[in-house]
C-alpha cells in the first residue's frame, strides 16, 4: 500500500506500540481488499461497546490498549451496550455483565470516546457531512450514514473501528469509491407507506432479494421523516448485508435516476406492493396464542420525536401490570424528556425509557429467563428479527399503535 509519510510513522512505531498495532490492522485488511492506500476519517462509532459483543477477551484487549496510552484521534462515538446503567437493576442484568460494562466503556472513555451508548449517534452530535469519509461500525448507523448523510464507510467490526479511533485513518475502499456506490437494484415502492414500521417492513423484504447490492428507491415521498429513514436502514441492513441506498429524490447521491445508478441501467428491479407488506408482516409476525409480556420500540433507539408522540398516546393512559413496556433510547434523549416531562407520564402509565442499551445488545436470554418473558411485540423489523432468531421468543411485529394497544391489554388482538 501507499503509505504517507505520517502513516509510514505510524507503522514504524514511532507513535508507540498501539498505534503500530492499529495500523498494522488497517494495513492487513487494507492488502485483503486490495486497497491502494489510506483515507483520513472524521469519526468513529465504535460496534464492540456491549460486552454481551466485545466478550471478556475484547474487554481485555480494550482495557489493555487504554493502560497503555493509547488515545482515539477523532471524534469516536460508542453503540449500545449490554445494559441501562442506571436500571440495570430493574432490568435483571447479572452481575458479571455489570462489572465488566463498566471496565469496557471506562476504557473507551479513558481513549477519548464519547459514552452516549446509542446505535444513533447522528441523533447526538456524530454526524458527518456529504462525501465525508468515517469509519462506523452498526449496521443500521452505517446504512443511514452511507445512504442519508452521504458520508462514506464500510461495515466496520470491533477491532478495525479501534483502529482507525487510534490512527484517524481506513483503507481505501468499497463504499470510500465513488464507483461502488451507485445503485444495482431498482424497487418501485407501491404501498402506502405511512409508519415507521411500514419502512421497516419495506427495507426488510428488499434487504432479503438484495443482499449486499445497492438498492435505489422509486416513490418514497421526499416528506419521509428521519424516523422513517432510520427504521429503513435498520431492516435492510438485518435481512441483507446492505450498507448504502438511495432514493430517487430523496437521499443526496440520488437526485436523478442517472445520479442514482451512474448513468447505467439497474441490473434488477422489483416491487413493493400490499401483498409483499403483508407477507412480510406475516413472516415476522411468530407468535400464535396473542398472549405477550413484553413490548419493546425504540429499535434503532428512539429520538426525543418518536417519545414525545409516545407520551401523548399515554396520557391518561394504563400499561397492563403483567406487560413491561420499554421505549429503549439514548441518555441524551432521555435528558431531554425528563426535562419534557415526558419520563413521567411514561412512569405514570407504567412504560420505562431505557437508556443505553436494547434487547439486542444486552444479555437478553438471561433478562427474559429471570423476568419470565413469554412473548414480545414490537414495531422494529430488525427486532422482530432478532428476538425470533437469537434468543427464540415469539413475536407479534406491528405498528406503534399496536404495540401501545398490546400493552395495555397485555394481548395482540
Ligand atoms: Fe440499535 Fe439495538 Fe436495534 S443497536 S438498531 S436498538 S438492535
Redesign the pocket.
Known amino acids: 500500500m501507499d503509505l504517507s509519510r505520517e502513516e509510514q510513522m505510524m507503522a514504524q512505531g514511532k507513535f508507540g506500540p498501539v498505534v503500530e498495532e492499529a495500523m498494522e490492522i488497517l494495513i492487513k485488511l487494507g492488502e485483503i481488499y486490495e486497497a491502494k492506500k489510506m483515507v483520513k476519517v472524521a469519526s468513529v462509532h465504535m460496534p464492540g461497546s456491549s460486552v454481551t459483543v466485545a466478550g471478556e477477551g475484547g474487554t481485555r484487549f480494550v482495557k489493555r490498549q487504554a493502560d497503555r496510552g493509547g488515545r482515539f484521534i477523532v471524534q469516536t462515538s460508542l453503540?449500545?451496550a449490554a445494559m441501562d446503567f442506571q436500571r440495570w437493576q430493574e432490568m435483571r442484568v447479572p452481575l458479571a455483565f455489570v462489572s465488566m460494562q463498566r471496565q469496557l466503556t471506562e476504557a473507551y472513555s479513558q481513549m477519548g470516546a464519547v459514552a452516549h451508548h446509542?446505535?444513533?449517534p447522528y441523533l447526538v452530535g456524530n454526524a458527518p457531512r456529504l462525501g465525508e469519509h468515517i469509519a462506523w461500525g452498526?449496521?443500521?448507523?452505517v446504512a443511514f450514514a452511507n445512504s442519508v448523510l452521504g458520508a462514506r464507510t464500510n461495515r466496520e467490526g470491533g477491532p478495525s473501528a479501534l483502529a482507525s479511533a487510534l490512527t484517524g485513518r481506513a483503507p481505501l475502499y468499497g463504499f470510500h469509491l465513488r464507483e461502488n456506490r451507485v445503485g444495482k437494484v431498482l424497487v418501485h415502492v407501491q404501498a402506502k407507506l405511512k409508519t415507521a414500521f411500514d419502512y421497516g417492513t419495506l427495507g426488510y423484504f428488499v434487504g432479503k432479494i438484495c443482499g449486499d447490492k445497492v438498492p435505489v428507491f422509486k416513490g418514497i415521498s421526499h416528506q419521509v421523516r428521519v424516523e422513517e429513514l432510520?427504521m429503513l436502514s435498520?431492516a435492510l441492513a438485518t435481512s441483507g448485508a446492505v450498507a448504502l441506498f438511495h432514493a430517487i429524490g430523496v437521499t443526496p447521491e440520488a437526485l436523478t435516476d442517472e445520479q442514482a445508478f451512474g448513468r447505467k441501467k439497474p441490473e434488477d428491479s422489483l416491487t413493493f406492493g400490499q401483498k409483499e407488506h403483508d407477507q412480510t408482516v406475516d413472516f415476522l409476525t411468530t407468535a400464535k396464542n396473542d398472549y405477550l409480556n413484553l413490548v419493546v420500540v425504540?429499535?434503532?433507539?428512539s429520538s426525543i420525536e418518536e417519545i414525545r408522540s409516545i407520551a401523548q398516546l399515554l396520557v391518561d393512559k394504563k400499561i397492563n401490570p403483567e406487560v413491561d413496556f420499554w421505549v429503549?433510547t439514548s441518555l441524551a434523549a432521555k435528558a431531554i424528556a425528563d426535562r419534557m416531562g415526558y419520563t413521567e407520564i411514561m412512569a405514570q402509565s407504567g412504560g420505562k425509557l431505557i437508556c443505553d442499551?436494547?434487547?439486542?445488545?444486552a444479555p437478553m436470554d438471561e433478562i427474559i429467563k429471570a423476568n419470565g418473558y413469554t412473548a414480545l411485540a414490537t414495531n422494529?423489523a430488525?427486532?422482530a428479527h432478532?428476538a425470533a432468531g437469537k434468543f427464540s421468543l415469539p413475536v407479534y411485529f406491528g405498528s406503534l399503535s399496536w404495540c401501545l394497544r398490546a400493552a395495555a391489554m397485555g394481548k395482540w388482538h
Not at 452498526?138 to 448507523?141: G, I, K, P
Not at 442499551?357 to 445488545?361: F, G, K, M, Y
Open positions: 453503540n449500545p446509542t446505535c444513533v452498526e449496521s443500521s448507523a432510520k435498520a425504540g429499535c434503532p433507539h429503549c442499551t436494547c434487547p439486542v445488545l422494529s430488525k427486532l432478532y
